[in-house]
């Protein structure tokens, strides 16, 4: 028997824009992002783009990459959406819509939106309103969210289901953050109000805009994941856990939501000020390695935090096991819980070794011996830990809500994929440093056998999408 939600009372029929149904809205959505990501490699190649840690982003490069990045996150508040089943059919339609817009108006706007000075008007003006209708997406899932309350029931009252609104209100707070600097980079100190602030913080415009720019861009990353980990979570029998298990996954549960309260504490107090969380356990040559402190919250609250919750569902023993009832979908819890493994390997392991040793890395020196290596990961880990792997685990969460026949091929797929790249990019940073040297060569390989998954996957959602417009 094929995997299905729990029922509750008056489910919602799944949602539609007119003709098409949610499975064609994603098939387009998911078509139209494979293109932009193969575009992605001729303006920023993963891994290799950047010279320096320190390196000023390239303006260009960045508003191009965020038409992925926006489409990713509104792929997750939809997949939200239809995994909670959010009684609102009309918040679900909104968001579709919205996601569908959003992503397209702010890749034509990366695509144009090319320099601050001089100012593309057209094309800075769909990226705003393709970045506001993404405020909007959030937003609407909130309101989706809390609807729900209408309907007392075991979701409600669940801890998924309020993580997912913690983190839903965490993107939205990173978000607005984004807004107000990207309002910085194009216009300055305008209004005078923005230059006052920043003064009466004991800084200056530009540093007060970099603060907001580091704090959107760590905060949104982490929301999102914790966003996944809640889906997850209730996807796959949360509610039906026992004994051990159970008290597993509750403890990585708390961990992300205390993890998600504090860095978002942390990143909105330090977008808007001076406040820079502390170093831990600094040492070395003016204490230079340590652990930043955001990194530490980050890390052990969503990131190990999340994978004992993972690892509660993995070892879910209960009579019931209805989300566990096909052998395909276990398939693909095990390959999200993997995908997640891998996303703490390389962002505690490799990232918290980094940190510890500064001294030889450099932390953006570009004078350190290990000033190339540090390069390296700080863009790895970034192409790969947060943009590679949540996009994967959204495939094989759509492949678990539509494709069951496809879920064994797209989570070996995904497994595979996601392990050749992690051997990749240690072997690159810590290794053989060098462009296209052994590290380089298992990355593109990796990143190879990911990309072959993804057109399985939207071959297999084509031949439904086809199916569908039959019936």
């Given at each position: 028997?094929?995997m299905?939600?729990?029922?509750?009372p008056?489910?919602?029929?799944p949602?539609?824009?007119?003709?098409?149904?949610?499975?064609?809205?994603?098939?387009?959505?998911g078509?139209?992002?494979?293109?932009?990501?193969?575009?992605?490699?001729?303006?920023?190649?993963?891994?290799?783009d950047?010279?320096?840690a320190?390196?000023?982003?390239?303006?260009?490069?960045?508003?191009?990459l965020?038409?992925?990045?926006?489409?990713?996150?509104a792929?997750i508040?939809?997949?939200?959406?239809?995994?909670f089943?959010?009684?609102?059919?009309?918040?679900?339609?909104?968001?579709l819509i919205?996601?569908?817009l959003?992503t397209?108006l702010?890749?034509?706007?990366g695509i144009f939106?090319?320099?601050?000075q001089?100012v593309?008007?057209?094309?800075?003006?769909?990226?705003?309103i393709?970045?506001?209708?993404?405020?909007?997406?959030?937003?609407?899932?909130l309101?989706?969210?809390?609807?729900?309350l209408?309907?007392?029931?075991?979701t409600?009252?669940s801890?998924?289901?309020?993580?997912?609104?913690?983190?839903g209100?965490?993107l939205?707070?990173?978000?607005?953050?984004?807004?107000?600097?990207?309002?910085?980079?194009?216009?300055?100190?305008?209004p005078?109000?923005?230059?006052?602030?920043?003064h009466?913080?004991?800084e200056?415009?530009?540093?007060f805009?970099?603060?907001?720019?580091?704090?959107?861009?760590?905060?949104?990353?982490?929301?999102?994941?914790?966003?996944?980990?809640?889906i997850?979570?209730?996807?796959?029998g949360?509610?039906?856990?026992?004994?051990g298990?159970?008290?597993?996954?509750?403890?990585?549960?708390w961990?992300?939501i205390?993890?998600?309260?504090?860095?978002?504490?942390?990143?909105?107090?330090?977008?808007?000020t001076?406040?820079?969380?502390p170093?831990?356990?600094?040492?070395?040559p003016?204490g230079?390695?340590?652990?930043?402190?955001?990194?530490?919250?980050?890390?052990?609250?969503?990131?190990?935090?999340?994978l004992?919750?993972?690892?509660g569902?993995?070892?879910?023993?209960?009579e019931k096991?209805?989300?566990?009832?096909?052998?395909?979908?276990?398939?693909?819890?095990a390959?999200l819980?993997?995908?997640?493994?891998?996303l703490?390997?390389?962002?505690?392991?490799?990232?918290?070794?980094?940190?510890?040793?500064?001294?030889?890395?450099?932390?953006?020196?570009?004078?350190?011996?290990?000033?190339?290596a540090?390069?390296?990961?700080?863009f790895?880990h970034?192409?790969?830990?947060?943009?590679?792997?949540?996009?994967?685990?959204?495939?094989?969460?759509?492949t678990?809500?539509?494709?069951?026949?496809?879920?064994?091929?797209?989570?070996?797929?995904?497994m595979?994929?996601?392990?050749?790249?992690?051997?990749?990019?240690?072997?690159?940073?810590?290794?053989?440093?060098t462009?296209?040297?052994?590290?380089?060569?298992?990355?593109?390989?990796?990143?190879?056998?990911?990309f072959?998954?993804?057109?399985?996957?939207?071959?297999?959602l084509w031949?439904?999408?086809?199916?569908?417009?039959?019936?």
């Amino acid at each position: 028997m094929s995997m299905q939600v729990q029922p509750k009372p008056n489910t919602p029929v799944p949602a539609r824009i007119g003709p098409l149904s949610w499975n064609q809205a994603i098939l387009g959505l998911g078509i139209w992002l494979a293109l932009f990501a193969i575009g992605s490699l001729f303006i920023s190649n993963p891994f290799w783009d950047e010279t320096s840690a320190a390196a000023t982003p390239n303006y260009a490069h960045v508003m191009y990459l965020h038409g992925l990045l926006i489409g990713l996150a509104a792929l997750i508040v939809l997949v939200a959406c239809e995994v909670f089943q959010l009684h609102s059919n009309g918040v679900r339609v909104f968001s579709l819509i919205a996601a569908l817009l959003s992503t397209l108006l702010v890749s034509l706007g990366g695509i144009f939106d090319a320099s601050l000075q001089p100012v593309h008007w057209v094309w800075l003006i769909l990226h705003v309103i393709g970045f506001f209708l993404l405020d909007a997406i959030f937003i609407a899932m909130l309101v989706g969210f809390f609807m729900e309350l209408k309907h007392p029931s075991e979701t409600t009252r669940s801890l998924p289901f309020w993580l997912a609104i913690l983190a839903g209100f965490s993107l939205e707070f990173a978000a607005l953050m984004g807004h107000l600097a990207g309002w910085i980079l194009s216009f300055g100190d305008h209004p005078a109000l923005l230059g006052a602030w920043a003064h009466l913080v004991g800084e200056k415009l530009s540093d007060f805009d970099g603060n907001l720019i580091t704090s959107h861009s760590h905060e949104i990353v982490v929301a999102l994941l914790a966003l996944l980990v809640a889906i997850m979570a209730h996807r796959f029998g949360y509610s039906s856990l026992k004994a051990g298990a159970k008290t597993l996954a509750q403890v990585g549960g708390w961990f992300v939501i205390a993890g998600t309260i504090l860095m978002t504490v942390i990143y909105v107090v330090g977008g808007i000020t001076s406040a820079e969380p502390p170093t831990l356990f600094a040492f070395g040559p003016g204490g230079v390695s340590g652990l930043a402190g955001d990194d530490l919250v980050t890390g052990v609250g969503v990131m190990i935090g999340g994978l004992l919750l993972l690892l509660g569902l993995i070892l879910n023993k209960s009579e019931k096991r209805e989300a566990l009832e096909s052998q395909g979908t276990r398939y693909t819890l095990a390959a999200l819980v993997w995908s997640w493994l891998l996303l703490v390997l390389t962002m505690i392991g490799a990232g918290y070794y980094i940190e510890l040793h500064e001294a030889y890395f450099g932390a953006g020196s570009s004078s350190a011996p290990g000033a190339t290596a540090d390069a390296i990961f700080t863009f790895a880990h970034q192409d790969y830990a947060f943009f590679m792997l949540p996009a994967l685990m959204v495939v094989l969460l759509l492949t678990n809500l539509v494709m069951h026949s496809r879920e064994i091929t797209i989570a070996w797929g995904s497994m595979t994929g996601s392990f050749i790249t992690f051997i990749g990019v240690m072997t690159y940073v810590f290794a053989t440093p060098t462009i296209y040297s052994v590290g380089y060569i298992l990355c593109a390989i990796g990143v190879a056998v990911m990309f072959i998954t993804l057109l399985v996957f939207l071959q297999g959602l084509w031949k439904v999408s086809v199916k569908e417009a039959k019936a």
